[in-house]
Antibody
């Protein structure tokens, strides 16, 4: 069974840092591209970042570029999001999501989400 | 960046109704359009990809159509478990933007 499990969220002060993790199982992780998507409380979905299967291609939303870093460890079947210089507007539930092959970024399996709250 | 719009933003419908949601992109995205369903407190679920291909396990009452800039999601006969928020998303180019969502609730 395909599973992706997000973790690492919590309360952090503005300007602080946090590292999110996503543990994948039930599929060959190294064959799949992965993404992070977030959802602010009561708001819609916002795509945050993409990483190719090998890690050689990476994209970010403008809202996080220069502050967030996506990475992966294929040996550990894990995806990460290092978030620095956090702002109140980064408060959201963060989801990791698997990208099904073909047709661009198409997210077929999602984690349960991990809440990041940026507040003093 | 490609902007995505959806209409309506919300609708009220009854079980058994036919429901249509429209999504429009600010430039042509061919058929690189996905639809997701999200229920409160849950992760989104992929319903349709490539504008019209039903994701495995999704009931056949859901269908998608369109290409270029105009797309529709249709639920042929609404069931109680379909009351949720629906998002379109373009998978054509980064940033891979979502529409603002359409909330379907009970009339």
């Amino acid at each position: 069974e395909v599973q992706v499990v997000d973790s690492g969220g919590g309360l952090v002060q503005p300007g602080g840092s946090l590292r999110l993790s996503c543990a994948a199982s039930g599929f060959t992780f190294s064959d799949y591209e992965m993404n992070w998507v977030r959802q602010a409380p009561g708001k819609g979905l916002e795509w945050v970042s993409y990483i190719s299967s090998s890690g050689s291609a990476i994209y970010y939303a403008d809202s996080v570029k220069g502050r967030f870093t996506i990475s992966r460890d294929n040996a550990k079947n894990s995806l990460y999001l290092q978030m620095n210089s956090l702002r109140a507007e980064d408060t959201a539930v963060y989801y990791c999501a698997r990208d099904r092959p073909e047709y661009g970024v198409t997210l077929d399996y999602w984690g349960q989400g991990t809440l990041v709250t940026v507040s003093a | 960046d490609i902007q995505m719009t959806q209409s309506p933003s919300s609708l009220s419908a009854s079980v058994g109704d036919r429901v249509t949601i429209t999504c429009r992109s600010s430039q042509s995205i061919s058929n690189y359009l996905n639809w997701y369903q999200q229920k409160p407190g849950k992760a989104p679920k992929l319903l349709i990809y490539a504008a019209s291909i039903l994701q495995s396990g999704v009931p056949s009452r859901f269908s998608g159509s369109g290409s270029g800039t105009d797309f529709t999601l249709t639920i042929s006969s609404l069931r109680p478990e379909d009351f949720a928020t629906y998002y379109c998303q373009q998978s054509y180019n980064t940033p891979f933007t979502f529409g603002p969502g359409t909330k379907v609730d009970i009339k």
